[in-house]
């Protein structure tokens, strides 16, 4: 079985510039959240879906960000304007309907904002 | 406000030797206290977990201990072995639930 995969494994881009992470998680995982670690400093919570609908976007640093879920499969993480803190590694992770159940985390993506 | 904080940020420990990471927490509304182990060009992955309702949980080499009135859990490794070198995190949420409040990591070195 596939794990989670993300697309790019690495982007570097200009400040001002726009940039989209790709996630596809496992299948059928109903959940599927967003992370970022910025430089050496703990793994933050950005969002949570449930399937297409937004569960928790508490996490999102501010309206630069936006994040989407097409038909509760992949889901899609845009960055416009790309700032320079927007740099770190952004990881997906996904996991099925229900309580209790492990987050299985993609490899990330490691965005440098130049 | 950092939620969980954890030290040390590095270690280096001898092969066969034992490998000590703490966390500590704020909230004491945490009722799950997972441990993540990430190996470099790869994604976090669930090492061992544990729940408030007891003080200790093992699993093969890898033990956890959880102090709740203290606010405090922390990893050991046994018998460290050079395979364990990878990044180790502590994490801390809500039972059922997978909004994880990560520590900022421990990068283990086990030398042969």
């Known amino acids: 079985e596939a794990g989670v995969t993300q697309f790019p494994s690495h982007s570097v881009i200009e400040k001002g510039q726009t940039v989209t992470l790709r996630c596809d998680p496992i299948?059928?995982?109903?959940?599927l959240y967003w992370y970022r670690r910025v430089m050496g400093k703990e793994i933050k919570f950005l969002l949570h879906?449930?399937?297409?609908?937004?569960?928790?976007e508490s996490g999102m640093p501010n309206n630069r960000f936006l994040a989407e879920r097409t038909g509760g499969t992949y889901s899609t993480l845009k960055v416009q304007p790309a700032e320079l803190e927007d740099s770190g590694v952004y990881f997906c992770?996904?996991?099925?309907?229900?309580?209790?159940?492990?987050?299985?985390f993609g490899q990330g993506t490691r965005l440098t904002v130049v | 406000q950092q939620q969980v904080k954890q030290s040390p940020q590095s270690l280096i420990v001898q092969k066969g030797g034992i490998s000590i990471i703490n966390c500590a927490y704020e909230?004491?509304?945490?009722?799950?206290f997972p441990w993540y182990q990430q190996f470099p060009g790869k994604g976090p992955a669930l090492l061992i977990a544990?729940?408030?309702?007891?003080s200790e949980k093992k699993e093969g080499r890898f033990t956890i201990s959880f102090n709740k009135s203290a606010k405090q859990f922390s990893l050991h490794i046994m018998d460290s072995q050079p395979g364990d070198s990878a990044t180790y995190f502590c994490?801390?949420?809500?039972?059922?639930?997978?909004?994880?409040?990560f520590g900022s990591g421990t990068k283990l070195n086990v030398k042969p």
């Open positions: 992770a996904s996991s099925p309907q229900g309580g209790n159940t492990e987050a299985f």
């Open positions: 299948s059928g995982h109903d959940n």
């Open positions: 879906f449930v399937k297409e609908s937004k569960q928790d």
């Open positions: 909230n004491t509304a945490f009722d799950y």
């Open positions: 544990i729940r408030p309702d007891v």
């Open positions: 994490a801390a949420t809500l039972y059922n639930f997978n909004k994880f409040y």
